[in-house]
């Protein structure tokens, strides 16, 4: 612990250094800005002037020319005392290091899907968070990222994470915690001091599948994997509360004897792995008793079957993954689900009874078109100056690819596609090699 403080240290003495070197090229609206590539910029140091709810704009124009804002600068927001709230745009990639460190009254911050990693240190004593959602772009989440959070009680790790880094959660006020099946590391000291957690799920890629004995739908298969590459770090659950532990690994995961510090806690594990981990170091401390399977039913409905159907329901097990499609009929577009998400095809972990509704309108009903944003079609190639984030869609709503590129479509049959934001914006292509 003392190095991996020492080396935050020497962190951010270093970066005090670089910010007193290097200036802004350009301010507009309070928000400072450095030109990083060919109409690219990224949001600056501000000092600690940044205060109140800040609204990062997509793209910005300075001296007539138009910038698409793709990062965070490092320490962009640190020190930021009287930030409260923080909107990101998808057209940003990256958020560099502790980039909001030590804003104490920051309450509310969303992490685009555009984003597919969480910088060490990037939210260190931001003591004002009390919930957080990591979308299932992010691939890792760094060292120190969430460290100190004293009053984050929520977090939602997505599918999608691979690694938790050292001390990335540490001493913060979760309560709970449920790593997806995705992730293969936890660093040391990744929950190290959450005093007030008291149980842990760890999922495996075996409880993606659907419970295809008790489907109503028939739907999706896969192949069960164990988490056999699984480790945990020393420390990573130390001096918590836990009491309860649920693993659906099949083959124990690695742990080292101090990984957990209570092992009076009760293990729940797949019932045709009760032996295995009876005899495995560590894990057999526990009180171990097998998973009792619990399913849910999910309803996928549509706001007009004229407009559009759907896909996805079905009675699935706890835990499960489940894929919704929104399929819009011909000259009808998908907007939303009903909870805003505007995901299509949208992956859901299944913790209960619920209903999703899929809304579709007529194309060309529309908010506006994304010509008007600069997205335009042409030569057989998508074209997209300004980096927004967009969605390649087959006409009857099946996702092909999504980005901030340029998407190439000379190799694709001729047809009609449709270019969406996820916001009501939409591009319908008649594409013809």
């Not at 965070?72 to 709230?85: H, K, P, Q, V």
């Not at 923080?86 to 104490?104: E, K, Q, R």
């Not at 993606?208 to 999706?220: E, K, R, V, Y």
């Not at 010509?371 to 074209?383: A, F, I, M, R, T």
Request: glycine fraction near 8%.
């Amino acid at each position: 612990m003392k190095k991996l403080f020492s080396a935050f240290l020497g962190l951010a003495v270093w970066l005090s250094a670089f910010a007193s070197t290097h200036a802004y090229d350009f301010q507009v609206d309070g928000i400072y800005y450095i030109i990083t590539g060919d109409a690219k910029v990224g949001v600056y140091m501000g000092n600690g002037t940044y205060s109140g709810s800040v609204v990062i704009p997509s793209s910005v124009t300075y001296d007539s020319i138009t910038y698409s804002v793709t990062s965070i600068f490092t320490c962009a927001f640190e020190n930021c005392y009287g930030l409260t709230s923080v909107t990101i745009p998808n057209s940003v990639t990256s958020i560099g290091s502790s980039a909001f460190h030590a804003c104490v009254n920051l309450t509310s911050v969303n992490i685009p899907n555009s984003v597919t990693s969480i910088s060490p240190y990037v939210f260190n004593n931001c003591i004002g968070l009390t919930s957080m959602t990591i979308p299932g772009s992010v691939t890792s989440i760094g060292e120190g990222a969430f460290q100190a959070c004293v009053g984050l009680t929520s977090v939602n790790i997505s599918n999608g994470v691979a690694s938790i880094g050292a001390c990335a959660f540490w001493a913060c006020g979760l309560t709970s915690v449920t790593i997806p099946a995705s992730v293969t590391s936890i660093g040391q000291f990744a929950f190290h001091g959450c005093t007030h957690m008291t149980s842990v799920t760890i999922l495996s890629d075996e409880t993606s599948a659907q419970d295809s004995a008790s489907s109503i739908s028939g739907g999706l298969t896969s192949e069960a994997k164990s988490n056999s590459e699984f480790s945990i770090g020393e420390g990573a659950f130390d001096n918590s509360g836990i009491t309860d532990i649920t693993c659906h690994a099949t083959t124990p995961p690695t742990i080292q004897s101090s990984t957990f510090v209570n092992y009076d806690a009760t293990l729940h594990v797949p019932a045709s792995s009760v032996t295995l981990y009876q005899s495995t170091d560590y894990w057999k401390e526990f009180f171990i008793q097998a998973i009792r399977d619990s399913v849910h039913t999910i309803i996928v409905n549509s706001n007009d079957e004229q407009m559009g159907t759907t896909s996805g329901s079905g009675t699935y097990k706890d835990s499960a993954t489940v894929q919704l499609i929104a399929i819009p009929n011909s000259g009808y577009v998908f907007q939303q689900w009903n909870d805003g998400n505007t995901d299509n095809p949208r992956d859901v972990m299944v913790t209960q009874d619920s209903t999703f509704t899929a809304y579709f309108t007529l194309l060309d009903n529309v908010h506006y078109t994304l010509e008007d944003q600069g997205v335009y079609y042409v030569g057989g190639k998508v074209y997209n100056p300004r980096n927004l984030y967009i969605k390649l869609y087959y006409s009857d709503g099946r996702l092909i690819s999504s980005g901030t590129n340029d998407i190439d479509m000379s190799n694709r049959p001729n047809g009609i596609y449709i270019v969406t934001d996820g916001k009501g914006g939409s591009l319908k292509i008649n594409h013809h090699r």
